[in-house]
Nanobody, 122 residues
Framework: QVQLVESGGGLVQAGGSLRLSCAAS????????TGWFRQAPGKEREFVAG????????AYSDSVKGRFIISRDGATNTVYLQMNSLKPDDTAVYYC???????????????WGQGTQVTVSS
């Protein structure tokens, strides 16, 4: 079965940086893209960033554009989310997810990880 495991979350001061990792298994033939989502307390889950494996096409939400960078290491099946200039509003549980069909990075995702907590202090 497909497994996505996030890591790298933690506590960081505003203005700092953090890198999240998503290790994927079971996606050798069934994955086309990976995205990062986040959910803050009392809010709905929202799209943060996504990357399509072919051509490394990326997409970002307006709130993180210019601050976050998504990348992928195909050799290790790991997707990263480099988060810079972090703000308290970035505090949330971050999830990685994968698509098993070629479609928009903003569309539905088929596989989900368990999430990792990111807390940004003022």
């Amino acid at each position: 079965q497909v497994q996505l495991v996030e890591s790298g979350g933690g506590l960081v001061q505003a203005g700092g940086s953090l890198r999240l990792s998503c290790a994927a298994s079971g996606l050798t033939f069934g994955a086309y893209a990976t995205g990062w989502f986040r959910q803050a307390p009392g809010k709905e889950r929202e799209f943060v960033a996504g990357i399509r494996y072919s051509y490394s096409v990326t997409a970002y939400s307006d709130s993180v554009k210019g601050r976050f960078i998504i990348s992928r290491d195909g050799a290790t099946n790991t997707v990263y989310l480099q988060m810079n200039s972090l703000k308290p509003d970035d505090t949330a549980v971050y999830y990685c997810a994968a698509q098993n069909r070629v479609r928009s990075l903003f569309a539905t995702y088929d596989y989900w990880g368990q999430g990792t907590q990111v807390t940004v202090s003022s």
